[in-house]
């Protein structure tokens, strides 16, 4: 008997996404930061190639309004893009709010989601 793996789709670019308000509250504040700092420490050849984007984004300003309805974002929320295909595959991580206390396991997590969607 042979064992069929499944075949994993591996986004043609990964868009990380931080949506806020003009007025942030310290959590908001540091999951901007920590995606930032996650993206820039283990995805410099992604960021230079364009295969993975990662911005902050003030959905209170007019230029940004669009991008906001895009993303159904209304507040303060990360936001992960998976392109396939030309397609959006939009994404609220909702987990990253409890784990920015530890800059480490918020990395970590981080990572390991932005991988899969690499297929690495």
Not at 16 to 29: E, G, M, N, P, S
Request: contains cysteine; hydrophobic residues 35%; glycine residues 4%.
């Amino acid at each position: 008997m042979t064992t069929v793996k499944p075949s994993i789709q591996v986004a043609d670019k990964v868009q990380v996404f931080t949506f806020h308000a003009t007025q942030r509250c310290t959590t908001c504040i540091a999951i901007g930061k920590l995606s930032e700092e996650t993206i820039k420490e283990y995805y410099q050849d992604e960021l230079k190639t364009g295969k993975i984007e990662v911005r902050e984004i003030n959905i209170d300003l007019p230029e940004n309004k669009e991008l906001a309805a895009k993303f159904q974002a209304s507040g303060s929320a990360l936001k992960i893009n998976a392109i396939y295909d030309g397609q959006d595959h939009i994404t609220e991580d909702t987990a990253v709010w409890r784990l920015t206390s530890n800059p480490t396991q918020y990395k970590s997590y981080l990572k390991n989601k932005i991988d899969a969607l690499l297929g690495k």
